[in-house]
Antibody, heavy 118, light 109 residues
């Protein structure tokens, strides 16, 4: 069965960086883009960008250009999301999700809570 | 940017009743690219309906989607206790390519 398993919760200080991982299993890793989204607890969902695990190509939402970097390691079917220059308003749950070709997200990771606090 | 507005913000109904959730877009959305999710507290969103009308694998047939252009609807024909959750619509289109509605909370009356 398709699974996306994310790394654990993080607590960071303002100005620091965080790296969240997402390990995929149960399907051909290179066949689907992986997206990253975030959700401030109790609020809505925000799309951050995608990575093509086949080519390594990326597309980031304008808001996150310059602060987010998405990479993949095909040998361990894992994608990573690096967010730098953290601010308190980056405190959120970060999700990876698989993206089929109909413009949505069919499988989601369990979420990783990132807390930014001095 | 395509803005999705969901209504109502909160819907209070009893098990067994019919729920109708609305998602209105600020510009036309291709039917292929309109998706609905369910989210329960402490969980990731779960795919319900994709391409406006297609139920995801394992989703009961009491869930149905309809609509076109700027107006889309998620209907739950007969509410079960496990259906009380937050529901989001989402579109794929112009920049930013993926946007979500603010959600409708379906609560037990």
């Amino acid at each position: 069965q398709v699974q996306l398993v994310q790394s654990g919760a993080e607590v960071k200080k303002p100005g620091a960086s965080v790296k969240v991982s997402c390990k995929a299993s149960g399907y051909t890793f290179t066949d689907y883009y992986i997206h990253w989204l975030r959700q401030v607890p109790g609020q809505g969902l925000e799309w951050m960008g995608w990575i093509n695990p086949n080519s390594g190509g990326t597309n980031y939402a304008q808001k996150f250009q310059g602060s987010v970097t998405m990479t993949r390691d095909t040998s361990i079917t894992t994608v990573h999301m690096d967010l730098s220059r953290l601010r308190s308003d980056d405190t959120a749950i970060y999700y990876c999700a698989r993206g089929p070709n109909w413009g949505g997200f069919d499988f989601w990771g369990q979420g990783t809570m990132v807390t930014v606090s001095s | 940017e395509i803005v999705l507005t969901q209504s109502p913000g909160t819907l209070s109904l009893s098990p067994g009743e019919r729920a109708t959730l609305s998602c209105r877009a600020s510009q036309s959305v291709r039917s292929t690219y309109l998706t609905w999710y369910q989210q329960k507290p402490g969980q990731a969103p779960r795919l319900l309906i994709y391409s406006t009308t297609n139920r995801a694998t394992g989703i009961p047939d009491r869930f149905s989607g309809s609509g076109s252009g700027t107006d889309f609807t998620l209907t739950i024909s007969r509410l079960e206790p496990e259906d009380f959750a937050v529901y989001y619509c989402q579109q794929y289109g112009s920049s930013p390519p993926y946007t979500f509605g603010q959600g409708t909370k379906l609560e037990i009356k």
